[in-house]
């Protein structure tokens, strides 16, 4: 007995805490990546999750092949590097070129393999990026099922680890579109597996998404849907809902858009006071690695300067309590074999032993005829959940292309709007829009950070050093009985 509660405690012991609480400041990254291509923690902050797209029913594609590929020391290094600066790794499932619903996978057996996979390589948790919208929107019962199934089995099999679901908020009246709704009911069903939401408040039509109000608070196009009125329709507290948006105008899904890609000034002053839950960003490769840096940097620099909101100005309904950290298990060697990854695309750096995407990407949907009826419910729902402007780390203001780390493939293998696009689909690389350099009024915010993060490695140094004597203790009276 006590040798059994020697080896729960080495266990135990062989993990570190990593803090999963709001905001969520989230950053997929979708790219190959070689070893000595990897950002260091520095280099994504101010994220506190990086997002790697994407893992599919089909094996891992990209970034989360990369990772794959990596040695299991090298891993574990990546991995503590960014626990130190409090950044969660995440995979994110999916994307819109792997239609899991349609295709009828079976919902239990595709969450067991993911989430086998989540822990096989050491992952702190998973991003469902799930964009099967013909199922969402026509074959509502059966997708209802198989989602709260999936949910259900994926945060069994990953005992505790944080789970985001990443939808679009554009379903034309069905996922999102009343009460009744696909994702309505599975927020009802499952809502406390899912630890938040990543909104995607792009892709949708000219005029939409592009201010505070119909972001934030309410949209008159019952198509495209704003964060206020997702909250009153489906009782997701503001605070479990963050902010996605796109920093690059050549990734969205229609022309004559551009006016969804707020200015991240805009976006910051919108957000201060709003309780929204944090800000998801579409998307990172190695060759324009500072672009969505320092948007999220502009973004939080003007949220912190601006005037406070006035009292009862806030949208968030209450939440309730979810788990602040997760324990982050030692990694397990992979058993995968070559077999389990798409073969490698051609990458610009001969070091690169990455899987590619190979096909699996998709393109961005194309907008669908009409617009749904009005929205089925307000945001009049009131609370007071805190401002989503506390940075969970920030590096040294004003990076620039020179801090990115060096690029193992060229930057049009980025995908374009979330979803996974062929590199061979014919989707300009216009990843050329300027972005101002954030200014002295971050420092306050990364000294903050800095701060947090170091109080969480200390706590987990505490922990670990308190769990290694309580193993020694163990041993000793092992050896008494």
Not at 10 to 27: C, E, K, M, N, Q
């Amino acid at each position: 007995m006590i040798s059994t509660l020697v080896s729960l405690l080495a266990l135990s012991a062989s993990g570190a805490a990593i803090d999963v609480s709001a905001p969520h400041y989230s950053l997929y990254l979708y790219d190959d990546v070689s070893a000595g291509s990897w950002p260091s923690a520095d280099k994504v902050q101010p994220y506190n999750r990086l997002l790697l797209a994407f893992w599919e029913s089909g094996g891992p594609t990209a970034a989360s092949s990369s990772w794959a590929s990596l040695p299991d020391d090298k891993r574990q290094s990546i991995l503590n590097d960014y626990h130190d600066k409090g950044i969660a790794v995440m995979v994110s499932a999916f994307g819109a070129g792997d239609s899991v619903i349609g295709k009828k996978k079976d919902p239990v057996k595709l969450a067991q393999d993911l989430a086998g996979w989540v822990n096989q390589h050491g992952l702190d948790g998973v991003d469902v990026d799930l964009e099967d919208f013909d199922s969402l929107q026509n074959d509502k019962d059966y997708a209802l099922d198989w989602l709260s199934k999936f949910y259900t089995e994926l945060s069994n099999s990953l005992g505790g680890k944080p789970i985001s679901s990443t939808p679009t908020a554009w379903m034309y009246g069905s996922a999102f579109g009343s009460a009744d709704s696909v994702y309505c009911k599975l927020n009802s069903a499952v809502g406390d597996k899912i630890s938040w939401y990543n909104m995607q408040l792009y892709n949708g039509a000219q005029g939409t998404w592009n201010n505070c109000d119909n972001t934030v608070k309410h949209s008159d196009n019952g198509a495209f849907l704003a964060l206020g009125d997702i909250s009153g329709m489906c009782g997701i507290p503001m605070n479990k809902m963050a902010v996605g948006k796109l920093w690059d105008k050549g990734e969205l899904a229609h022309a004559g858009t551009e006016d969804q890609i707020m200015d991240p000034t805009a976006l910051g002053q919108c957000l201060a006071g709003a309780g929204t839950g944090g800000v998801m960003v579409w998307s990172a490769s190695l060759g324009s690695w500072d672009k969505p840096l320092n948007y999220l940097k502009d973004t939080l620099g003007a949220e912190s300067s601006a005037p406070a909101a006035p009292a009862g100005n806030n949208l968030a309904v209450s939440a309730s309590p979810a788990p602040s950290s997760v324990a982050v298990p030692a990694l397990v060697s992979p058993s995968a074999t070559s077999s389990d990854t798409p073969s490698a695309a051609p990458a610009t750096d001969a070091s690169s032993s990455v899987g590619s995407s190979s096909g699996a990407a998709a393109v961005s949907p194309s907008s669908a005829p009409g617009s749904a009826s009005n929205v089925g419910g307000s945001s009049s729902a009131s609370a007071s959940a805190g401002s989503s402007s506390a940075v969970a780390g920030s590096s040294s203001a004003g990076a620039s292309s020179s801090d990115a780390p060096q690029s193992a493939s060229d930057a049009s293998t980025s995908s374009g709007s979330n979803q996974a696009a062929d590199p061979k689909a014919g989707q300009s690389d216009s990843k050329t829009a300027g972005s101002s350099t954030p200014d002295a009024s971050k420092s306050s915010a990364s000294g903050a950070a800095g701060a947090s993060a170091a109080a969480n490695k200390e706590n987990s140094s505490a922990s670990a050093l308190s769990a290694s004597f309580l193993v020694a203790a163990g041993a000793v009276l092992a050896t008494l009985f």
